[in-house]
């Protein structure tokens, strides 16, 4: 298996069609959580899966280290993803300050405040968890989902958005210190 | 550790990033305070692992490379142009010849067919199941990338009518399938070269599923671009219950099984497979 798709790497790069539709059926329900995580929302994921791909595809030439081509793929999903969302979020921001947009998201929490038989207190954290997810800044959400649910070192993460270890490192601190202020009190209540 | 852990230490210890681990742990049992803090850290963390991510079922990595596929090709056009110049010539020939509005991947085909026809031929004539199989392997595997091409693009437009939807404008609720009509119209004239060449080669089978698909082509090309949400829900309630879709995807792999499997057959494979299969400029 790892043989024949070093050998899927090698002739995509080569410019195989039917060796890169290897890789993008291999990779592409991956990337797409990647995706999700970072940018919250299924249609934005959609899209960087595609704008990963044809990146990927464009630049073929330039990967050179065979056996990390997932890493290599995954931080320019990434990047994709990034750019999305800090695209977003100026376009936003000529709308509604900032700290609108995340009361506006507390406001929608209350006012959908669900009757108990309806929803489940799980559905209802959930729902806190990605607005949580979705007040950190681009960077922390990138580098905390890299770290948490990719599991990436920090190294990795690092040179996915081009800092320095220690910057990598405090990005992810400051994500998981703003996570905790916003959703601690539940996992508490949950236990 | 005589000290207190900061939360940056518990952070690094959740991550197994923290240098003195061991002795972090030890004061963890040892002190209360600290001990709460981390199971309160961990707890939160835990719970935000389980936000989840929607489903994608196991064919989403095809529908995205079909989804891909006319924007790849848009990729490597510029990269064959230069490496085209015979193909190119029949090309040109072909058409002003008779396929007018045919794509090059069809023209391709019909050079393709015509000199796998003019090849001496195996003898025992043609029988069912098998594409092209008394064809040389360099005709055989053009053809199959050509028809796999075509399978996939096929695919393409009937994703798009399913996932068509009715969106209000005005007072009604209508759906613009320009889109997947331009698409469907482009592929008829393909699809009758390839559905004549499975029956002349004796692919009952395969001759049948491209005859469904094109009454389905047809059927996308000739409605009107917009649609209404009935008249949507029953179009798209008719290329369900055909199973075009399916039927599609599974001739797809079995042309894409043989396209495999007439590999080797081809000097240099990489090469000539990848300038046949980008064909499409
Ligand atoms: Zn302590």
Known sequence: MEQSYAVAVAQARAGDPMAFRQLVERHSRGVFRLAFRITGNEQDAEDVVQDTFLKLHRNFEKFEDRSALGTWLYRIATNCALDLIRGRKRHLQNREPEDEQGMAAVDKLSSEAPSPDRLTLSAELRERVAAALGRLSPAERAAFVLRHFEGQGIETIAATLGLRPGAAKNTIFRAVQKLRGELEVYAAASE | MQRHLSEEQLVELYYGDLAEGREATAHLDSCKACGDDYRQLRAMLEMVKE????????????????????????????????????????????RGWSWTGATAMAALLVVAFMAGRMLPRGGSPPTGGDLGKNQAPIQQSVLLVALGDHLDRSELVLLEMQHAQAIPEGRVNSADISTQQQYAEDLIADNRLYRTVAAQEGDASTAGVLEDLERILMEIANSPSK???????????????????????????????????????????????????????
Not at chain 2, 68 to 89: F, T
């Open chain 2, 51 to 94: 936000a989840p991510v929607p489903e994608r079922g196991p064919e989403y990595g095809r529908e995205v490379y079909v989804r891909l596929l006319p924007m790849l090709e848009e990729n490597a056009a510029e990269e064959v142009e230069h490496s085209w110049s015979v193909l190119d010539a029949w090309k040109n020939f072909v």
């Open chain 2, 227 to 281: 649609l209404d949400e009935k008249e949507l829900e029953s179009l798209q309630k008719r290329i369900e219950d055909k199973g075009i879709l399916f039927k599609v995807r599974v001739i797809g792999s079995a042309v894409r099984d043989k396209e495999q499997s007439s590999l080797p057959a081809i000097s240099g494979g990489g090469a000539s497979r990848s300038a046949s299969g980008r064909g499409k400029l």
